[in-house]
């Protein structure tokens, strides 16, 4: 008679796949928690101590560390000593092993949760159990997801699983309990806060598979970093279709950029960069100033606002083609508007957490780069007028919104501000003169009396006077160029203002 070894946090589909095993003539054994649900609904089992001879111990820690479950999980059918050193020990075979982790992510997202609270939920004889099993595959089944318990009962009743499957089941039991250490780990450095350490490993939960990813050739996947991190993570879909590789990454640029904002922000994002961005006293008067500013590449764009969407700026967005359209909320009123552009895909989420992967990473061929976000804000105080003329107070205001700005355009960068909209950006230029210059060309007759944020220092006066020359009446930028006391002799010798805020934002 087979053996089947039951012990799980998540009990979701527990009794009924309990229920299929023994009609398949498993003999069930299950520890503490588990055990009740499976008598509770009136199928047969037997306590976790029938194979080890002992005591559930230490309030639970310890149940299942014993040889008794993993010399049975272990023991190589294909080995005869194996075999006789467990008849000889009077020890069982186990056969099929389901068993999921205690909720230590979930107990570690919820607020006010002690360090205590937290170190109980640290798993160890479950991982053990799952690793044992997945290492001895070829003879013994593994299950760490609910979801594949129907599939796996299908494959029992026709004779397999077959190897393939085992093996697949294994890697997802290798996957659960890495995640599972992973979410360990971070918690633990956190509460140290120890700088970078010498091995880091990451933990997605998967949301859902892509239909492709940058290119039709590509395949994608989106994962989130744990149960509810907030941000496009935690995002909800409420109408629609299936959100793309590049729709999502467009809506956390987006959302990233109007969360950074206290008043009310409209942006609309092409490539990840801002075609349209602006704040007013509401959102539907920010969205209509930010389409303003590129009627021409918003269609088709992604439109991301920092208030609950309303009816009236509902309205403006389906005016034309949107591709996304991300809010806090989106408000009933808004819902049977946005119906009207079936296909469009819209999200609701919340700002993002600062969970326990709180890294900002990239990618390498052979491995990848992490670093902390950029959460720099613009700070009045910190900056150093540098010309002769101080920025007038309406100029701070427009100063500190396009610092805010460029920091979420790709470098070089260059934006125009002017009347809280962005009215010129360049982005992802080669050289700031060309990133300027785009930026001017976009502006058109608005660059007159607006203010320029640079990412990074300007290396020579030339981009600082292409601005000059359209009607720059400000500037901000990092400074730390040798060439410093050119471009400030430039800009005294045009009458406008310049701050130095001594940091810059790259953004590659």
């Known amino acids: 008679m087979p053996r089947a070894l039951l012990s799980v946090s998540d009990k979701t589909g527990l009794t009924g796949f309990a229920r299929g095993l023994q009609r398949l003539g498993f003999e069930l054994y299950a520890t503490g928690n588990t055990l009740s649900a499976i008598l509770e609904a009136a199928i047969d089992a037997h306590p976790i101590t029938d194979l080890t001879g002992f005591p559930e111990m230490m309030d639970g820690r ?29 020890l069982k075979r186990i056969d099929l092993v389901c068993c999921n982790l205690y909720p230590f992510v979930e107990t570690v997202s919820r607020p006010s949760v002690s360090f205590e609270e937290a170190v109980e939920q640290i798993d160890i004889g479950g991982p053990a159990m799952i690793r044992a099993a997945a290492k001895n595959h070829d003879a013994v089944v593994v299950v760490v997801r609910p979801e594949r318990y129907t599939e796996l009962l299908a494959e029992l009743q026709g004779g397999g699983p077959d190897l393939a499957m085992r093996r697949r089941l294994a890697a997802e039991a290798y996957a659960h309990t890495a995640a599972y250490d992973s979410w360990i780990a971070a918690y633990l450095r956190a509460a140290g806060d120890s700088g970078f350490p010498p091995e880091l490993s990451l933990a997605g939960q998967l ?17 989130r970093f744990g149960p509810d991190p907030g941000g496009l993570g935690g995002a909800k879909q409420l109408q629609g279709k299936e959100a793309g590789f590049n729709n999502l990454q467009d809506a956390d640029a987006a959302f990233k950029l109007v969360s950074d904002y206290e008043r009310p922000a409209a942006a609309i994002i092409k490539h990840m960069n801002p075609c349209g961005l602006a704040v007013a006293e509401d959102i539907a008067t920010a969205y209509r100033m930010a389409y303003e500013c590129d009627k021409v590449s918003a269609f088709g764009g992604v439109v991301a606002v920092n208030r609950p969407l309303d009816r009236s700026t509902a309205e403006l967005i389906v005016q034309i083609v949107t591709h996304v359209v991300i809010a806090p909320a ?33 990618t390498v061929a052979g491995g990848f780069l992490v670093q902390d976000w950029d959460r720099a804000a613009f700070d009045r105080s910190s900056c150093i007028v540098v010309t002769k003329r101080q920025p007038t107070d309406p100029e701070w205001e427009q100063l500190g919104l396009a610092w805010i700005a460029v920091k979420h355009v790709k470098s070089n960068a260059i934006v125009l501000f002017n009347e809280s909209a962005a009215v010129g950006v360049g982005a992802g230029q080669m050289s700031r003169v060309e990133a300027a210059q785009i930026a001017i060309y976009r502006a058109g007759d608005r660059a007159k009396g607006s203010v320029m944020a640079s990412d990074a220092f300007f290396p020579f006066p030339d981009g600082l ?20 006391d050119e471009v400030i002799a430039a800009a005294d010798a045009a009458g406008i203002a310049m701050v130095l805020t001594g940091r810059r934002h790259f953004r590659h």
Do not use: C, W
Request: glycine residues 12%.
């Open 465 to 484: 006077q292409v601005g000059i020359d359209a009607g720059v009446t400000a500037a901000i930028q990092p400074g730390g160029s040798v060439k410093d």
């Open 62 to 90: 310890v149940k299942t560390l014993h040889p008794g479950v993993h010399a049975g999980i272990l023991a190589r059918r294909d080995r005869p000593a194996h075999m006789e050193a467990l008849a000889g020990l009077g």
């Open 207 to 223: 949301v859902e598979a892509l239909k492709y990813g940058e290119n039709d050739h590509q395949r994608a996947a989106f994962y």
């Open 330 to 362: 989106v408000l009933e009123e808004a819902n049977e508007v946005l119906a009207r552009r079936k296909g469009m895909v819209v999200l609701a989420a919340q700002a993002p957490r600062r969970g326990l992967f709180d890294y900002d990473v990239r």
